[in-house]
């Protein structure tokens, strides 16, 4: 027998026969590979609270509508997926049961678990997932995901449909995707506008409280059917158990109080422990200190709407005039890597189409182009935010750099959740500072939703990049893929959609006596627990 991850390999298209491939999708439900990170199975004592200090508040926490990290921090405790990502990024089934492909590769019919309750008390049924995915079809901000999807069914109450207008060899891997995840909602949520979702889920945690500028509060939800098909935790599925009553996300931008409140006990774990204080804290025996490599693409989006960044040869003289070890070096205090790809290194996607547009670092040239084009001193501005300092410091770098080429730059500075709104004002900025993390680290299908239609983070559509974002999901093999996403990764560079500066590398950070917590992109507070 094949286990999911087997079966998103098939999936994947690396050279398994169609038979083989149908029979993976048979037994599919019969067996989940053994690939969960070991957790202690013994009973835990319940505490009474665990407090996560976390960089920023989220701007919703209606899961559709946003890519912050700070939403999925929160979010990916209360609600769950159809299918999901393990530990390595391969598709296992979440909240599905099995699925099976047809022949032709157009329908996907997934069987639901049976007895998983939302948070109301009701029952989860194939209702609820139809009711889902047709409120993301019709207006998540990812809702290109579900653009080959034709027909949306529920024939019985654990039988889910999905039709596709034509083949998608990578559909699983969209569907699993949770930059922006297709969450499950009880049907009557089905109606709700963005931002206005009741925090109904399945998820081993329910939603108590909001606190704006203090904290988002979660209890462990005492109905939640653990999945018995994993032995512990695995990516964002595998067997959750919640060892606290109440789990505090506490809301704590500024570092010097998160490593503060680290060491006083007053936080339990921490998101981002800055380097300095990694060296000061190494001798600690109070303090465990985790290490995650790529955590994200330092970077920021360029709006092709508003001038003067609607002209490619001003795009091109600010991408030629920044010097990416500078602007890294002092806004990640040294944590960082340099390299050209969209994807990190490692990855099977990773690629180096158009590295000759990357950290070319040359003011002269830079400034020589910004005549050219006819630049008259028209203001550049960038957007920037508070709560991540890497985000403001690397904003500040920037402007410094651009105005020594004879720019005018102002910066704004917001905090996170009203910079998170900003971004969608087409008018309001030139620059908008961000950091890339799930997408790169999940694969290419995610990543670059940001910059095609409808989502379109530079707001002015880019047929060609529409175009091969549509090739680059429909490619009917591995290689034909990634020469695809060569393609594309060039386009993003030629026309200057995204300033990448680098890869940032980042510590977590909890109390030792903090058990059972893996880091990972997003923090997963199921199976942790308190010693002692």
Known sequence: MKNTSELSRCNNGRGIGRAFFRQCLIVLGLCVASVSVPFVAQAQALKPLLVFGQEAPPPTLDPYFTTAISTRNVAMHIFEQLVTRDEKNAVIPELAESWQISPDGLTYTFKIRTGVKFHNGKTMTSADVKASFERYKRMALAKVTLASVSEINAPDITTFELKLKQRQPVFLDELSAFVTPIAIIPAEQADREGGKLELIGTGPMQFVEWVPDSHIRLKRFVDYQPDARYKGTDGFGGNKKVWFDTVDFKFVKEPGARVAGLESGQLQIIEDLPPESAKRLVSNKNIVMYDLK????????????????????????????????????????????????????????????????????????????????????????????????????????????????????????FDWATAMNQRRNKEGWNLWFTGQGSGPSVGPFSALKDVVSPQNNQFVADPILDRLFAELVAGETFDARKETFGKFQERVYEQVLFLKFGDLMRKQASRANVKGFIPYRIPRLWNVWIEG
């Open 294 to 413: 790529n955590f994200w693409l330092h970077g920021a989006w360029v709006n092709h709407h508003r001038a003067p960044t609607n002209d490619v040869r001003i795009r091109r003289a600010i991408q030629m005039a920044l010097d990416m070890d500078e602007i890294m070096e002092i806004s990640t205090d040294g944590a960082y890597s340099l390299q050209p790809g969209l994807q990190y290194p490692g990855n099977p996607y990773y690629v180096k189409n158009g590295e000759q547009y990357y950290n070319v670092n040359n003011p002269k040239k830079a400034a020589a182009l910004l005549k050219e084009a006819g630049y008259k001193g028209e203001e550049l501005v960038i957007i920037t935010n508070s709560s991540y300092q890497s985000m403001y410091k690397a904003a500040q770098i920037v402007s410094e750099q651009l105005k020594g080429i004879g720019m005018k730059v102002r910066v704004d500075v």
